[in-house]
């Protein structure tokens, strides 16, 4: 038996060694064969760390090339690899460390005397490991012994869990998206196909890791194409721009796009060599395909996916690609549209999305109840967008039958900040919503009724947050009001101020 996953990503590293994997920040060229070492004497750590098969690393960790060695070591070792953002505070760390009962937290050095103490209160057995420069030691201790090289990745099956992804999905506590091997493997191999990636290709990494889109996507796609990866730690016009001229594709956010927009430099001469600019984990404005397409020459391709099924539809390569949808399904992928009584939709009417495949998550982890709310017997996984289907197959997107809000990419669930909003002194009540912003896609807008017994302001919100929530959940903009709409059944009437407060970002 094989290990499905990791031999599939590390077949180029095996056959050719001295093939570029990464060029860093820092001009230094990173091949497969280094790559797959650094795996693989990360594997041997963990398993001299107890790591069995199944157990869970969990990391929060700045992007680097140590960090995608160690995701492709727990893969060899047999472990789930747990990434989590990088702005998550201490609070909601220990929240994700009781859930997932992980083997190892692997942080930031700066956080490992705080996150000891939480990860031990949070969970019996759990070792507590840093990467970088550590008085106290790091992962990477003891690697250049021959001892900590674990030579055969540890097998494991198609249908055994290689990851979990935590999302916000249609509940205000995040839940664990449990990813298979083949979830993750079939859904490469056809992104691979799809967009037509090879051996050629420079793909600018500035997504974060920790996101099913700049890890598993983009990471894994080179991976699997043989294509070279151009890492940024984070995105940056600049080094964007910079790196354009040697690189011929990009995966990001809207936000990237419209950024890139702003600056005059961008123009057709800039992105000669490019062939292709992707887009995805937000709603991509018309506005912003076209205006691309006006300065560049290049058409966005946009795709649709979610943390629990990858993707599920993309724009074509060959083909046209419309400003304002996200194609037609991927080639393994089934979808379909489905009124409230659960029959399908007439062509170009507004449904509930549902998509059924390989690529589509076991549940979630611990959670059967809220695994069954969107998982069917028969394997249909219901989405929580709302969709149209054209008479050539094209998907659009409409809306979310959640009030889930979508910023610069990120998935922010209003319940989580209006608990949080409602702790603070001086609040009776609030909503959250998302509303159009040029930059983010969405912009987070705090609506608050204050209690009358103290001064209340927006930086009072923003300070009381900082310590509470990542700094991508912080509200954009805080309004106050004296009461907050309500309906006959005293439900607070969302759609009506995200009509009301809808311009507050574009005027």
Request: hydrophobic share 40%.
């Amino acid at each position: 038996m094989h290990n499905h996953l990791y031999d599939a990503l590390m077949a180029q590293a095996k056959a050719q060694p001295a093939m570029p994997f990464a060029r860093t920040p820092g001009k230094e060229t990173v091949s497969r064969g280094r790559l797959a070492d650094g795996a693989a004497r990360f594997s041997g750590r963990l398993q001299h760390l107890g790591l069995q098969p199944g157990d869970r690393v969990m990391v929060q960790a700045e992007k680097s090339i140590a960090v995608l060695q160690l995701y492709l070591g727990t893969l060899h070792a047999g472990g789930i690899f747990v990434p989590l953002n990088t702005a998550y505070t201490a609070s909601e760390l220990a929240y994700f460390i009781k859930n997932a009962a992980p083997k190892l937290l692997v942080c930031d050095p700066s956080r490992r005397a705080e996150l000891t103490g939480i990860a031990a209160r949070a969970c019996t057995g759990i070792h507590v490991e840093t990467l970088g420069k550590d008085s106290r030691g790091t992962l990477t201790d003891g690697f250049g012994a021959a001892s900590t090289l674990s030579a055969a990745p540890v097998p494991r099956g198609a249908r055994d869990i290689a990851a979990i992804l935590y999302t916000s999905g249609t509940t205000g506590r995040p839940k664990g998206a449990m990813l298979s091997h083949r979830a993750l493997l079939s859904n490469s191999k056809t992104l691979v196909a799809m967009w037509c990636f090879t051996p050629g290709d420079v793909l600018i990494h500035a997504l974060p890791i920790y996101h099913t889109h700049g890890l598993f996507v983009a990471t894994n796609v080179a991976l699997l194409s043989g294509a070279a990866l151009h890492v940024l730690p984070r995105f940056d016009v600049d080094t964007v721009l910079q790196a354009m001229p040697r690189a011929t594709a990009m995966m990001g956010v809207p936000t990237f796009y419209t950024r890139l927009l702003a600056d005059p430099r961008l123009d057709q001469g800039r992105t000669a060599n490019m062939r292709l600019f992707i887009s995805g984990s937000a709603p991509l404005r018309a506005e912003t395909h076209r205006a691309w397409e006006d300065r560049t020459g290049h058409r966005i391709l946009e795709r649709y996916g979610m943390t629990e099924t990858n993707m599920n539809t993309s724009n074509p390569y060959d083909g046209k690609r419309r400003a304002g949808t996200v194609g037609p399904p991927l080639p393994d992928v089934e979808l379909r549209i489905l009124a409230k009584d659960g029959t399908p939709v007439a062509t170009g009417a507004t449904g509930m999305i549902e998509v059924r495949g390989p690529n589509v998550c076991s549940g979630y982890w611990g959670m059967p109840e809220q695994t069954a709310q969107v998982l069917r017997p028969d394997g249909w996984f219901i989405t929580g967008d709302l969709g149209q289907c054209d008479a050539e197959g094209y998907i659009t997107i409409v809306g979310r039958a959640k009030d889930l809000i979508i910023s610069g990419g990120f998935n922010i669930y209003p319940a989580e900040v209006e608990t949080e909003i409602d702790a603070i002194p001086g609040v009776l009540e609030s909503a959250v919503i998302g509303v159009p912003h040029p930059d983010f896609g969405e912009g987070v807008v705090a609506v608050i009724v204050a209690d009358g017994t103290a001064p209340i302001k927006k930086a009072h919100i923003q300070a009381a947050l900082s310590e509470r929530l990542a700094g991508f959940k912080h509200p954009k903009k805080v309004v106050f009001l004296d009461t907050l709409p309500r309906n006959t059944m005293g439900k607070v009437q969302k759609a009506e101020l995200r009509q009301t407060y809808g311009d507050l970002f574009t005027t």
